[in-house]
């Protein structure tokens, strides 16, 4: 995928920047321009399929026929902004990278759909699971996340939660997997740019789309629904890791997660309730289907901690029991100590 974008500013200090930070995007092709006159010529001769422009770099105002998607660079400075109020913005002053995710997503919508290669085979996801509630799940899902992050994986952590328990440590700012299950439906939609544009990077080096904040969300998402726009995600091969944090109750979201998973990480913790939703888990005709590839993570470990013996898989963790530690503080831990084991993964 490429992407021709041209940056227009007659500021040469903010225009190398803005330039040199877009470059680092390996499907974008920068140009560079800052005489109004020179950016009209070229915009009259040639396609981009992005222009990026001050409104002051010129006094004329500038006609885009052959440019995909103009946007122009707000800033209360500029003297020519209402002459472009019906085009797309982006605030000017803040940081490239939230630059370049708005104009992505954006123009992600706004493009047509252009056909993605599958890249699929390049990415492993891993699915963590618990039957019973508060045993450490999303705990043990994000520490798996940044552990493989840490090995030079680049990793995506997904919430399929019916509302978002890793909000504490990757914070909730707009829609993330929801606008995905939207994006995902319609074909027109550049869905590649869509993920690159809602992604965003989290704590350890691991990137995350955000979850569910919402019930009614969750709800109206349909288990189809939910399975195509994973297997985009995975298409995409923009990680080479995917986490997913799952629901307990297993539904129809649930059970595509399953069947979708090349890992499943079953979290148990201690205690006579949650021993016994485990042995029922356990005894479940599903367990033929997915055992091969399920594993476990034993969490909450004291010196008297007994686990579910009827849960016949692999061990691949065991967690100590950190107390009323905040949660990143655990995560670390985790991760400091080597409790969970993740070559099954890579």
Known sequence: MNITIAVADSNRDYIDRLSEGLQQYEELTVCMYTNGEKLQKDMDSKHFDIVLF?????????????????????????????????????????????????????????????????????????????????????????????????????????????????????????????????????????????????????????????????????????????????????????CDVMVIDMESNLDVIGRVILELADHVVVVEKPGELPAMKMKLFAGQALMNDYRKKMSRVCNFAENASVYCKELDIPTVGTVHNYGNLPLKSIIQSIHSNGEISVERFL
């Open 54 to 238: 001050d409104p002051d770099i010129s006094e004329d105002r500038l006609i885009f026929a052959n440019v995909g998607f103009p946007v122009y660079l707000y800033s209360d400075e500029a003297r020519n902004k209402e002459i472009y109020a019906d085009f797309a913005k982006v605030v000017k002053y803040q940081r490239i990278s939230s630059i370049y995710k708005e104009i992505i997503r954006e123009y992600a919508d706004k493009a047509g759909y252009t056909a993605d290669f599958d890249y699929s085979q390049n990415t492993r996801v891993a699915a963590v699971y618990s039957p019973a509630g508060g045993s450490g799940k999303t705990t043990v899902a994000l520490a798996l996340a940044g552990r493989l992050a840490a090995l030079g994986k680049k990793v995506l952590f997904v919430s399929a939660e019916q509302l978002n328990s890793s909000f504490y440590v990757n914070p909730k700012q707009e829609e993330g997997i929801t606008a995905l299950v939207e994006g995902a439906a319609d074909e027109h939609v550049n869905f590649s740019l869509k993920v690159k544009g809602i992604m965003k990077q989290g704590m350890n080096g691991m990137f995350y789309i955000e979850g569910f904040g919402k019930i009614v969300d969750y709800d109206a998402v349909t288990g189809n629904e939910m399975g195509d726009t994973l297997n985009k995600i995975r298409r995409c091969g923009i």
